[in-house]
């Protein structure tokens, strides 16, 4: 089994800030794939960012040039980087870890950012 933990969520103005963590335990053997999606109210959960075991990344259009995923192979870790933050971007944030041709969720982390 594998766990995962996020942290760094809260409540931002428009054009702040937030640095999201999410530390990964378990049955770890190695260095796999992550990333993070979010949900808003009323939509489905959707991709923000990945990043490879090779630390290739992608986004989403709509965060490119203001979100940068990054990880910490030797803490298990992966976070998001968020500047510019808009209200657009209110929403549960998860991590998700991909083992074993199994997605690995965290229990989320709530972006709030206002106008």
């Known amino acids: 089994q594998v766990q995962l933990v996020e942290s760094g969520g809260g409540l931002v103005q428009a054009g702040g800030s937030l640095r999201l963590s999410c530390a990964a335990s378990?049955?770890?053997?190695?260095?796999?794939?992550m990333g993070w999606y979010c949900q808003a109210p009323g939509k489905q959960r959707e991709l923000v960012a990945s990043i490879t075991i090779f630390g290739s990344t992608n986004y989403a259009d709509s965060v490119k040039g203001r979100f940068t995923i990054s990880r910490d192979n030797a803490k298990n870790t992966v976070y998001l980087q968020m500047n510019n933050l808009q209200p657009e971007d209110t929403a549960v944030y998860y991590c998700y870890m991909y083992k074993g041709s199994m997605n690995y969720w965290g229990q989320g982390t709530q972006v709030t950012v206002s106008s």
């Open positions: 378990g049955s770890i053997f190695g260095i796999e794939p």
